[in-house]
């Protein structure tokens, strides 16, 4: 009688330990897509703002990449930087600063890219970031949302970004975008269509002023 | 098919009304006796459920009174037992302590006196003795001679002379011996200052016993009182436990708030030696760390208190021997202060890791105010204060011991009570449901007549005048229905 109490005991506290080393992953992973293509290098200086901003938020644990959008950008190559964060905060801190260097060279030695390839991008984003096993993931796009693919470059793929937020930063307005502002409009209505068929939220912030405010990793 | 559809029987509703009126007064009129019937004996199962399901719970309530009063005053007698066995401890100790000394006290108050009595018996004046030949100068004094006889003169000029000598000196003498009383005299000034201390330390002492016999004596009688179960006794225990109940309260309230500052204070610099992501039940590993050492420290703040006798709540170190108590009470101590000693560490960990931060974020800003501001040097201050927190808190914590214990006790007396209360409420509540039901049942009883009078005024007309020709004899009996009510 008692060796079966105990044999019940035995199973009722493994079945307790199991529920108690079982865990949700809570650790944010945040990818930055950046265009390098012709005059948006110059709103790249607003970027290292955006991009220090989230490296003040984010906590040990957390994954953060800095990719670059030039003609093809569904590479690892494009992935300018990229950290997980250690568990300890004062390793934590040194990351940040290694990051935060490693961006400014970048932003240094940026050259215009011919091309703008978005959707390979996003395709490297949520790779990257399912990869990375993170628990809450946010795609953040820099870039006036305008694609220019290379010729015989295939894009017409459907994003997989089930869960993810994806926030356009900055989408600036292009010259023919002031003759038709349908244009602009419509751009921004196709990548919300593309994010949310993906089974993504899509969120639009243009003031980068109200950044921090709007801004919710 | 709809109740609209059932209900007109025609097409005027009122003509459909007063068939089904008409229908049920006749049928409930024939149902009537078995309906009164069924409503009476429902509602009083009910009343009858309802009473018995109060004095089921009455007779509980008053075991838990009856449980309650047996812990309140085994609970007093314990702490009265308690009180009194240290008084008597204390009456120990001054008996031994000062009373332990009264031979050698005794001893030296005799050799004081005796040491008195012998300076107060050289002390004493003995008249000098006049000299012996006083009586033959008085004799040559008394020889008849002439008047101018030069030997006789010159006799009693020697005589005189003598006499003068012998009187200094005598008078010399005698001072000498005065002074030398004096001076034995003086010598006693301080035996007596000393014999007067002596005495007054042994009439302290016994005050001191008299006092402590007071208090022993008013304890007695409320341990009595106890032992008797007297109301008073029970009220003012009951009184006490309350009291102790919400004081416990207070202060356990206030150590809960120590443990969360010294929890926020080691919690963040843990996440440097366990991680602060990994996460078991939903809590982050750093928090649960915290918490492990914070607990930790109460406990071996509550075993400390537990070696020291100060507390009771685990039996069996408190019948541990005392050499191992003692030890024991060393090794606790001993634990709290390396803990002490980690918290402090810790403490001076998160200021560092704090500063980190503030200097990585003002980095990331840009802003160079802030990198200043951190770099202030009055920072050491907080980094003081913060390590000295994390030493002190779990000494603090400690003491959490002696409320802890009491809202225990008292908890158990208090919760009684509650219980109780709880338990005549609902007694009460099931008096009032199961009389409710008794008198809803009449009640609906006489709705019921109300609903079929027209044939109950015919019944009554009918049987009226069947009664009719033995009216002069019989006065009317009651109305049936008042018979089916009662």
Known sequence: MKRRILMVLALLGMLGLNGCTETQPTSRGVYMLMDTSGT?????????????????????????????????????????????????????????????????????SVKPSAHTDITGGMLQASEWLNEAGTGHNTVLIYSDLKEDLKEGYVRDIPLQVDGFSVVALNVTKLRSDNVDPREYLNRLMTWQDKVESGGGQWQVVNDMDRLESVLTL | MSFMDIFMISSSP??????????????????????????????????NAMRLTAYSVMTAEQKIRQRNTEVLLAQGREAAERIIEREFERVDNTVKRDL?????LHRHLSEQITRIDEDYQQSIEVPPTPPGWVKAVEAVAKIPAAKGDPM????????????????????DEYRRA???????????????????????Q?????????????????????????????????????????TQFFIASLVLAIAIGGAIINFHLIARPLSEMVGGTSQIMGFKINN?????????????????????????????????????????????????????????????????????????????????????????????ITTAAQMGMGFVLPFALMFVAIPLETFVHS????????????????????????????????????????????PLSVERLIKARQREPVADEEPPKALESSEVIL
Do not use: C
């Open chain 1, 40 to 108: 948006y290098t110059q709103e790249l200086e607003q970027a290292q703002r955006v991009i220090n901003f989230i490296l003040a938020n984010l906590q040990p644990g957390d994954s953060f990449a800095v990719a670059r959008v030039d003609t093809g950008s569904f590479s690892e190559k494009d992935i300018v930087a990229k950290v997980t964060f250690d568990d300890r905060p004062s390793k934590t801190n040194q990351q940040k600063r290694i990051f935060r260097d490693q961006i400014d060279q970048f932003i240094k």
């Open chain 2, 14 to 47: 009122a003509l459909s009304a007063v068939f089904w009126f008409v229908l049920l007064t006749i049928v409930l009129y024939i149902a009537r006796v078995h309906a009164h019937r069924a409503i009476l004996s429902l509602s009083r199962v009910l009343h």
């Open chain 2, 100 to 104: 332990a000394e009264y031979p050698a």
């Open chain 2, 152 to 171: 006789v003169g010159n006799v009693l000029e020697d005589i005189h002379q003598s006499l003068v000598k012998t009187s200094n000196k005598a008078t």
């Open chain 2, 178 to 200: 005065s002074h030398k009383r004096h001076q034995l005299l003086n010598r006693m000034m301080p035996q007596w200052r000393r014999l007067q201390q002596l005495l007054g």
């Open chain 2, 202 to 242: 042994v009439d302290k002492n016994i005050n001191s016993l008299l006092k402590r016999s007071k208090v022993i004596d008013r304890h007695m009688g409320e341990y009595e009182g106890i032992i008797q179960q007297t109301d008073t006794a029970v009220r003012m225990l009951s009184s006490s436990a309350m």
């Open chain 2, 288 to 380: 649960i760390a915290a918490m492990v050492i914070i607990l930790v420290e109460l406990a071996m703040g509550l075993f400390l208190m537990e070696a020291l006798r100060i507390t009771r709540l685990f039996p069996v170190i408190g019948a541990l021997s005392d050499k191992m108590r003692v030890r024991m009470a060393w090794v606790f101590f001993g634990i709290l202060l390396f803990l002490a000693s980690i918290e402090a560490g810790l403490a001076f960990m998160r200021e560092i890791l704090m500063e980190e931060d503030a200097a990585t974020r003002a980095m990331l800003r840009g802003d160079g105010s802030s990198v200043e501001m951190v770099q202030s040097s009055y920072l050491w």
């Open chain 2, 411 to 454: 908890s158990r007396t208090v919760l009684g009570m509650i219980a109780e209360a709880l338990l005549q409420i609902l007694a009460w509540s099931l008096r009032l449901l199961g009389n409710l039901f008794n008198y809803l049942g009449i009640a609906l009883v006489n709705i019921y007549d109300l609903l079929i009078f027209a």
